[in-house]
């Protein structure tokens, strides 16, 4: 029978754990056992009793493994032990951004739980399957990072399970995940407009980073009776985000960036908000006859305003001209746009006196 050969290098280590392992195991002398005698089944046994955060578990993809300590170890698929689901890496080396194995021994399930029986947990657990889309019960058996075990679990899941989970799920797949409507865009940037530019008003952050933050605030108390992605998509958003203010919060967010500007003729008009400090609306320059002040938003109370970007429309809806200040307009460079108004829109009014007009709707026939 072969003897143990003389360790070298990094095996001197280990031989040497290895040793005072076995005395611990009772195994005897091990410089006296034959290489061969010892019952290959100790090995990782012994490993585990040594390396403790190295104790691994295949991730289903040949020679990928996951180890006790979260970190990932990769064997060559065509080594032997690829084949086992538990390994106990004794050695390890850093190569191209990856940490291969370069010895490691197969350990059964059952020795892993009677070496660390004080660290094995078993829990019940939300778990999201993305094939179908839905949250199922999971009994989990873990030691650290590893999921040793998994099974589907008859237990009935709490709110909080459930909300907990969704909140992971954001947290690790990002906001996109949600189904956003653009009524829940335009909010949040009409939100984060007034933060930009009326910080007086005191509303909390609504940038991404602070939405992941306080998960738990605006989002987690509305899903905790959701178990399936259909269903999350469903959610009103809006409401949600809307829940982290109170009520005079929500007063200042809706008379100080409001959704729509109605026009003198009683048209409402859309106003998108964005990063720059003037939001835009847009309408038919006819329905602005009669007026000279540029409307204004942000101001409540006696706060200063900031005027709306006016984007002028021809009868068509098509742009004709962008201005901020109506009264210079209407003095100004209207009288060019007149003119060419005129040849292309004959049926419909086109006063020399904007200013003092009436706004209208409609074609000179029906005013």
């Excluded at 095996?11 to 005897?28: D, E, R, S």
């Excluded at 030691?143 to 040793?148: C, G, H, M, T």
């Excluded at 998509?233 to 008379?255: C, G, R, T, V, W």
């Excluded at 106003?271 to 835009?280: F, G, H």
Aim: aromatic share 8%; proline share 5%; glycine share 4%.
């Amino acid at each position: 029978m072969a003897q143990w050969r003389k360790p070298y290098g990094v095996l001197t280590n280990i031989v040497k754990q290895v040793k005072n392992l076995a005395k611990k195991a009772q195994l005897g002398n091990i410089d006296s056992i034959a290489a061969n005698a010892l019952p290959t089944e100790c090995i990782g046994l012994l490993l585990a009793h040594a390396y403790p955060e190295r104790v691994a578990k295949s991730r289903g993809i040949s020679g990928d493994y996951v180890c006790a300590n979260g970190k990932g170890v990769s064997l060559e698929d065509q080594d032997t032990l690829a084949a086992h689901n538990f390994l106990v890496v004794a050695d390890l080396i850093q190569s191209r951004g990856v940490l291969r194995i370069r010895l490691a021994a197969s350990i059964a399930l059952a020795q892993i739980e009677q070496v660390f029986e004080d660290k094995v947990i078993k829990q019940n657990v939300a778990v999201f399957d993305e094939t179908n889309g839905k949250i199922i019960a999971r009994s989990q058996t873990k030691l650290d990072a590893l999921i040793l075990q998994e099974t589907v679990s008859k237990n009935t899941l709490t709110t909080e399970n459930i909300a907990q989970l969704w909140c992971d799920l954001i947290l690790r797949k990002g906001l996109s995940f949600l189904n956003w409507q653009s009524k829940d865009l335009a909010l949040k940037m009409r939100w984060q407009w007034l933060n930009d530019f009326f910080p007086q008003y005191d509303l909390p952050e609504i940038n991404d980073k602070a939405l992941l933050v306080n998960l738990t605030h605006w989002f987690s108390p509305f899903v905790g009776e959701i178990k399936s992605k259909a269903k999350l998509a469903k959610l009103d958003l809006s409401a949600m985000l809307l829940s982290q203010l109170n009520y005079q919060q929500q007063e200042a967010l809706k008379q100080a960036a409001p959704v729509v500007f109605i026009g003198p003729t009683g048209r409402h008009c859309a106003i998108t908000y964005s990063k720059e400090k003037s939001p835009k609306v847009s309408l038919p320059m006819q329905e602005l006859y009669g007026s000279t002040q540029t409307p204004c938003v942000g101001g409540i109370n006696i706060q200063q305003g900031i005027p709306l970007l006016l984007e002028l429309l021809s009868p068509a809806k098509r742009p004709i001209q962008v201005t901020q200040d109506l009264t210079k307009f209407w003095a100004g460079s209207y009288k060019a746009v007149q003119k060419e108004m005129k040849s292309k829109y004959p049926k419909h009014f086109w006063p020399d006196d904007p200013a003092n007009a009436k706004a209208t709707n409609k074609v000179k026939k029906h005013m």
